[in-house]
């Protein structure tokens, strides 16, 4: 999703002197794009010379309210590669500890193109685009560790709903497309995928999404926290209109509606959760204010704020059992949003180890 530079700078205030790499919103179904390439089933001239069995498909993982959970961490999760490993090992072939290796992900004349290979290439082609997939990845990863701690589970009928919502909205964009398709027509001849194979994704991200929307609440609602309104002006000449606004008495919204650059705006300047952050002067002051009083202007990045404190919350703390129903309750009032979810995926980076060194030494990358 693309950011505009206000909403940028609302991230800045809350997440300000915490180092991170690119972060992203919790993982979405996939982007749909009608311009995407339109491969289409391999012929038997590209077979390749050996085949092996296609893993089934993965069981439902809110069958009878189960969850998805995180997979079972394997010696290539947690450790380096083995020294020594070959790139180009046959498809079946022993690695030194007796196990089959992984099978090449198919063959150009008559060679086996492994995984290190691809990421090599797209390392060297578009490592922007790399690093992002990397970062979602992550995202997701932590997202079900999370979700598997707090033992989260999703009601089956929520997720056929929430999952319908989705398909609805790839069908409006079919016809936004002018092209006289049926969905899973459109799918096959214009994004060149299985529709089955290709809405099953959709499904598996819209859990996922549901998922790290209530695990991101709950890490939330566990610490003391706090709703305020912001404006956010980017010259003195706008921060002496909102001083003059705020003189006058008028209500804090309207003006952040009237001058705010911030995406808050919209909403009044609503900014709906802060938790304590010391490195963050944003929340720092948001815990330092009365309810109900205003605070600033504030310097910030080459702009003034102000906030006001419309709520304190107390921590509430628990597994699902105890928080679903204020969970639930809390993300119908307000959606999880990007510095929300900043502060959530910087915490979880703590919390659980993630080493990717490995992948960025096969790369090259400088991190």
Same mark, same amino acid.
């Given at each position: 999703?693309?950011?505009?530079?206000?909403?940028?700078?609302?991230?800045?205030?809350?997440?300000?002197?915490?180092?991170? *790499?690119?972060?992203?919103? &919790?993982?979405?179904?996939?982007?749909?794009?009608?311009?995407?390439?339109?491969?289409?089933?391999?012929?038997?001239?590209?077979?390749?010379?050996?085949?092996? %069995?296609?893993?089934?498909?993965?069981?439902? &993982?809110?069958?009878?309210?189960?969850?998805?959970?995180?997979?079972?961490?394997?010696?290539?999760?947690?450790?380096?590669?083995?020294?020594?490993?070959?790139?180009?090992?046959?498809?079946?072939?022993?690695?030194?500890?007796?196990?089959?290796?992984?099978? &090449?992900?198919?063959?150009?004349?008559? $060679?086996?193109?492994?995984?290190?290979?691809? !990421?090599?290439?797209?390392?060297?082609?578009?490592?922007?685009? !790399?690093?992002?997939?990397?970062?979602?990845?992550?995202?997701?990863?932590?997202?079900?560790?999370?979700? *598997?701690?707090? *033992?989260?589970?999703?009601?089956?009928?929520?997720?056929?709903?929430?999952?319908?919502?989705?398909?609805?909205?790839?069908?409006?964009?079919?016809?936004?497309?002018?092209?006289?398709?049926?969905?899973?027509?459109?799918?096959?001849?214009?994004?060149?995928?299985? &529709?089955?194979?290709? =809405?099953?994704?959709?499904?598996?991200?819209?859990?996922? $999404?549901?998922?790290?929307?209530?695990?991101?609440?709950?890490?939330? !609602?566990?610490?003391?926290?706090?709703?305020?309104?912001?404006?956010?002006?980017?010259?003195?000449?706008?921060?002496?209109?909102?001083? %003059?606004? =705020?003189?006058?008495?008028?209500?804090?919204?309207?003006?952040?509606?009237?001058?705010?650059?911030?995406?808050?705006?919209?909403?009044?300047?609503?900014?709906?959760?802060?938790?304590?952050?010391?490195?963050?002067?944003?929340?720092?002051? %948001?815990?330092?204010?009365?309810?109900?009083?205003?605070?600033?202007?504030?310097?910030?990045?080459?702009?003034?704020?102000?906030?006001?404190?419309?709520?304190?919350?107390?921590?509430?703390? *628990?597994?699902?059992?105890?928080?679903?129903?204020?969970?639930?309750?809390?993300?119908?009032?307000?959606?999880?949003?990007?510095?929300?979810?900043?502060?959530?995926?910087?915490?979880?980076?703590?919390?659980?180890?993630?080493?990717?060194?490995?992948?960025?030494?096969?790369?090259?990358?400088?991190?």
């Amino acid at each position: 999703m693309k950011r505009s530079f206000p909403r940028a700078l609302g991230a800045l205030l809350l997440a300000s002197g915490c180092a991170s *790499g690119s972060v992203h919103s &919790p993982p979405a179904p996939p982007a749909f794009d009608p311009g995407a390439a339109r491969a289409q089933a391999t012929s038997a001239a590209t077979t390749p010379p050996t085949t092996t %069995a296609e893993k089934p498909a993965a069981p439902d &993982p809110v069958a009878a309210g189960a969850r998805e959970s995180a997979p079972a961490p394997s010696a290539a999760d947690s450790a380096p590669a083995a020294a020594g490993a070959t790139q180009g090992a046959p498809a079946g072939a022993a690695t030194k500890t007796g196990e089959p290796a992984d099978p &090449p992900l198919g063959w150009i004349a008559g $060679q086996p193109l492994e995984a290190e290979e691809l !990421l090599l290439e797209w390392g060297d082609v578009s490592s922007r685009e !790399l690093y992002l997939v990397v970062d979602k990845l992550v995202a997701v990863r932590l997202v079900l560790a999370e979700a *598997g701690r707090l *033992g989260i589970k999703l009601a089956p009928e929520a997720v056929d709903t929430r999952f319908a919502a989705e398909r609805d909205k790839l069908e409006d964009e079919v016809t936004k497309s002018g092209k006289k398709l049926a969905l899973d027509e459109f799918i096959e001849k214009e994004l060149g995928f299985e &529709p089955k194979r290709y =809405l099953e994704r959709v499904r598996r991200a819209t859990i996922r $999404q549901m998922l790290a929307e209530r695990a991101v609440r709950a890490a939330s !609602l566990a610490a003391e926290s706090a709703a305020v309104r912001l404006i956010v002006v980017p010259s003195e000449e706008q921060a002496e209109k909102v001083r %003059a606004a =705020l003189a006058e008495g008028r209500d804090f919204g309207d003006v952040a509606r009237e001058f705010s650059v911030d995406d808050s705006k919209k909403d009044g300047g609503l900014v709906p959760f802060v938790v304590q952050q010391e490195r963050s002067p944003f929340a720092r002051i %948001a815990f330092q204010t009365p309810v109900g009083q205003v605070a600033g202007p504030q310097p910030v990045s080459d702009h003034q704020f102000w906030i006001k404190v419309e709520e304190r919350r107390a921590p509430v703390e *628990g597994d699902w059992s105890v928080v679903e129903s204020q969970v639930e309750a809390s993300l119908a009032r307000y959606p999880v949003d990007d510095a929300e979810f900043v502060h959530w995926k910087l915490d979880m980076e703590k919390r659980y180890p993630i080493d990717l060194g490995p992948l960025w030494s096969l790369i090259g990358a400088a991190r």
